[in-house]
Nanobody, 122 residues
Framework: QLQLLESGGGLVQAGGSLRLSCAASGRTLSRYAMAWFRQAPGKVPDLVAGISQSGSSTDYTDSVKGRFTISRDNADNTVSLQMNSLKPEDTAVYFC???????????????WGQGTQVTVSS
């Protein structure tokens, strides 16, 4: 069983930056493609960014391209999301997820963290 634990969320002003981390335990992270989703109140989770098992391939939703960067350290069993130039519309609970590939559908992922709140004030 793979356990995922997010950290790094918080309150930041528009234009600021945050770095989210996802620490894995229980299994080797390198077996899994990893993704960050976010969920605003009353909405379904949306894919923000994904990264392949080796880190050679990444994917981003259009609204975060050029502002967010996903990375992974398989030796350290961690995945990170660097978020720059944050906007109020980035406010959501952010989850990391592990699956067999970078899928846009949440149901395709096998393991999820508990989430971390990101709030961007205007």
């Amino acid at each position: 069983q793979l356990q995922l634990l997010e950290s790094g969320g918080g309150l930041v002003q528009a234009g600021g930056s945050l770095r989210l981390s996802c620490a894995a335990s229980g299994r080797t992270l390198s077996r899994y493609a990893m993704a960050w989703f976010r969920q605003a109140p009353g909405k379904v989770p949306d894919l923000v960014a994904g990264i392949s098992q080796s880190g050679s391939s990444t994917d981003y939703t259009d609204s975060v391209k050029g502002r967010f960067t996903i990375s992974r350290d398989n030796a350290d069993n961690t995945v990170s999301l660097q978020m720059n130039s944050l906007k109020p519309e980035d406010t959501a609970v952010y989850f990391c997820a592990a699956g067999s590939d970078i899928w846009s559908a949440p149901a395709q992922y096998d393991y999820w963290g508990q989430g971390t709140q990101v709030t961007v004030s205007s």
